[in-house]
């Protein structure tokens, strides 16, 4: 019987084939109380296991530096990275030892006890992405309690297999070379890596969210994927025909020969068209009435900067710096560090614009382990971003150093986050001088810069004129506009259905912004999710857009909205869509 599980699409494509179900890697754990002459054994356990995790992970990085950025990319090694520094917590080792030491309880029960108390740390953060780093806390605890029980990753011998050795031992009909698709509870970045050597075209995931580690990993890999569907481990079974519609988000199960064929059709269609969008690479963003725009990619690390040469971006409108700070546990990186991974960046930019956004997390991550209460603090709106830059002025001015020494190397843009008040303005002015007389002061070499404003906050599209005043361009983030406009928190899947990028609100803010920019001469962009939607392109041309900032796999296809698009003549029909009270319906409908 065919049916549907629909989850959240974060890697376009369709992939069809059989599913391969990987059996929940949950493992049941025994609690009981141990005497006092077992503490040392059962730390030893615990130790032993983790060591061989850690060696483990340390096998993977090594295969990695044996393969290409295409085959590995650096999300993989990013990801593990934050794996090892998590294996490594000192909260994590001592809360262990506490339990084992001071309550007596045996080594698996102390692991998950503890993985309980700092799930809940991870639950109370603001940071979408740092809050989905549980799932990697509860990876690595369950490899932990696998290799303490010397039992192997469910994943390894199917991912190992080759196609025809994976279909043999999966009872498939090895008489067709038919493609599988793998089917898991979660997937961690050790199993993606497996996942790239292996057979499979696509996957589905029963947990995650856009930021997760299997997001982030698929998209760059552009990897037919749906993740978050809920029971599609429990639902599916084993060499079941399943269709994945990464575009839409949607599991089809047992199709019928219908469906199948129409979503044949539909692989093969979308195949061809993204053939021939390569064929845009080397073309100029131009509309057909002459507008010129400009097509940026948004950035994570500094090796994406080649995906986004190769993809065509103009420059970079968006190098998301946290990810360099993200799951050191304190240990943040110095001024060296991060000019060096800014310089890197701007390098392999070749002289393209690399606009890079000051540090983007809050005071759920503090600099030291201590552990803060934040149970009476609404999460969305807490101290972070240039709220919590502000205060640590040695961190941000560190930060600043490194930006203004790697624009020696080619044009750097800074542009800082969830500015709202004119005196936050100008304390980050002040530091952004201070950091200049401090590097005049040490001799070392700097270059000019033009400093932007994200407009994320309802408060700031409404007194634009202060930001004006300052900046030199301003950069709409969309996805926090949304929430803050709309009261809602993305994260949660109650109200992720009240997430309208088309409310008259949030459309009415973003139109302001840009007539103002325009009036005063100062560049505007957007960065957020709106401007990688090829189905909001022609809009955001009517309101007056002329640089979008997306995902680099996103590009081409802006592209070929922008070419077949008349600036001009949408102005009015945008005009339509701002005064309708359901512009989701008026855009629908076309111009």
Known sequence: ??????????????????????????????????????????????????????????????????????????????????????????????????????????????????????????????????RERKADLEQITERILRAMRGVSS???????????????????????????????????????????????????????????????????LDIPAVVGARLASQL??????????????????????????????????????????????????????????????????????????????MGVGLFRSEFLFMGRHGKLPNEDEQYLAYRRAVEGMQGLPVTIRTVDIGADKPLDESVRDLGHLNPALGLRAIRWSLTEPAMFLSQLRAMLRAAVHGPVQLLIPMLVHASEIRQTMALIDHARVQLDNRGVAYGPVKIGAMIEIPAAALTLPVFLKYFDFLSIGTNDLIQYTLAIDRADESVAHLYDPLHPAVLRLIANTLAQG?????????CGEMAGDV?????????????????PAQILAVKQEVLRSDAGKLEAWAQQILDDDEPARRLVAGI
């Open 1 to 130: 019987m065919t049916f549907s599980i629909h989850g959240l699409p974060v890697a376009r494509g369709i992939a069809i084939g059989r599913a391969v179900l990987v059996a929940s890697s949950r493992l049941d754990v025994a609690h009981y109380f141990i005497e006092p002459t077992q503490v040392v054994a059962e730390l030893n356990r615990v130790r032993d296991g983790r060591d061989a995790v850690i060696a483990e992970i340390h096998r993977l990085q090594e295969n990695i530096a044996h393969h290409s950025p295409k085959e590995t990319p650096h999300e993989l090694s990013a990801l593990l990275e934050v794996h090892l520094m998590l294996l490594q917590d000192e909260e994590l080792e001592s809360g262990v030892r506490h339990w084992i030491k001071d309550r007596l309880y045996n080594a698996e029960w102390a692991l998950t006890s503890q993985l309980e108390v700092i799930s809940r740390q991870f639950d109370e953060m603001q940071d979408e992405y740092l």
């Open 535 to 551: 189905t909001l392109t022609k809009l955001l041309l009517g309101l007056g857009l002329r640089s979008f900032s997306m995902h």
């Open 236 to 313: 599916l079974r084993q060499d079941d025909w399943v269709i994945i519609d990464g575009d839409a988000g949607v599991v089809v199960v047992d199709p019928s020969p219908i469906i199948l064929a129409e979503y044949g059709f539909r692989q093969r269609q979308a195949e061809l068209a993204r053939g021939r969008l390569t064929r845009l690479l080397h073309t100029p963003a131009v509309t057909l009435d002459g507008q010129h725009i400009e097509l940026l990619a948004n950035i994570e690390m500094p090796d994406d900067a080649a995906a986004a040469v190769q993809a065509g971006a």
């Open 154 to 220: 469910p994943l390894v011998q199917p991912l190992r297999a080759g196609r025809k050795a994976a279909q043999q031992e999966l009872l498939l009909d090895d008489t067709v070379d038919v493609p599988l698709i793998l089917v898991a509870h979660d997937l961690s970045p050790a199993d993606m890596l497996q996942f790239k050597q292996s057979v499979f075209a696509g996957f589905i995931t029963d947990v995650g969210g856009k930021t997760s580690h299997t997001a982030i990993v698929a998209r760059s």
């Open 518 to 526: 325009k009036a005063q001469g100062k560049p505007v962009s957007v």
